[in-house]
T-cell receptor, first 118, second 113 residues
Framework: SAVISQKPSRDICQRGTSLTIQCQVD?????MFWYRQQPGQSLTLIAT?????????ESGFVIDKFPISRPNLTFSTLTVSNMSPEDSSIYLC???????????????FGAGSRLTVL | AQKITQTQPGMFVQEKEAVTLDCTYD???????LFWYKQSSSGEMIFLIY??????QNATEGRYSLNFQKARKSANLVISASQLGDSAMYFC??????????FGAGTRLTVKP
């Protein structure tokens, strides 16, 4: 499976600032996915990032708040802009890969970036 | 509308016993996939097991098996011979066709020694 390096692993941020999360994959992938996991909650898809085109955002997420870059097939960034305490979450990068056991396309995830906004 | 429902916020199981984590789903698609993921306390998400809508046999992967009841739209995860390391959050997820992966609310499993 693909190996994903995500950083920072955690950060404490001040209200009103912005933070960029980086996601590096050890192989070329078409799509990269960004998820948010609020405290004690499930995963919610923020956007899908394709190389060479604008990211596709899910309902409730906008580019001004969560700008995404996808400069090549192995790298993406997610910026959380003008942060407020409500943005305190784990942000996860993921890619799709073929599971040889089941034959299905499954998601593999980075270790996550745990953001706390004060 | 919620597509994936996990009704058990928390479950406890004695070490070495089996446990079933419930998952029901809602879809009108004929082609879909059901997945289970495990999230450790560190936040790491790991894929466990997959069941396709057209698969007639229940999926199994080591100590994990998926009890797939298509008419009831349920895809329960069964963990046999629980180990202390199984303590984690477990998420059921579904993908309809080539759509995005959607996750349930999760179940926190605690294995007691």
């Amino acid at each position: 499976s693909a190996v994903i390096s995500q950083k920072p692993s955690r950060d404490i941020c001040q209200r009103g600032t912005s933070l960029t999360i980086q996601c590096q994959v050890d192989s070329q992938v078409t799509m990269m996915f960004w998820y948010r996991q609020q405290p004690g909650q499930s995963l919610t898809l923020i956007a899908t990032a394709n190389q060479g085109s604008e990211a596709t955002y899910e309902s409730g997420f906008v580019i001004d708040k969560f700008p995404i870059s996808r400069p090549n097939l192995t790298f993406s960034t997610l910026t959380v802009s003008n942060m407020s305490p409500e943005d305190s979450s784990i942000y996860l990068c993921s890619v799709e890969w073929g599971d040889y056991r089941s034959g299905a396309n499954v998601l593999t995830f980075g270790a996550g970036s745990r953001l706390t906004v004060l | 509308a919620q597509k994936i429902t996990q009704t058990q916020p928390g479950m406890f199981v004695q070490e070495k016993e089996a446990v079933t984590l419930d998952c029901t789903y809602d879809t009108s698609d004929q082609s879909y996939g059901l997945f289970w993921y495990k999230q450790s306390s560190s936040g790491e998400m790991i894929f466990l097991i997959y069941q396709g809508s057209y698969d007639e046999q229940n999926a199994t992967e080591g100590r994990y098996s998926l009890n797939f009841q298509k008419a009831r739209k349920s895809a329960n995860l069964v963990i046999s011979a629980s180990q202390l390391g199984d303590s984690a959050m477990y998420f059921c997820a579904m993908r309809e066709g080539f759509g995005d992966m959607r996750f349930g609310a999760g179940t926190r499993l605690t294995v007691k020694p």
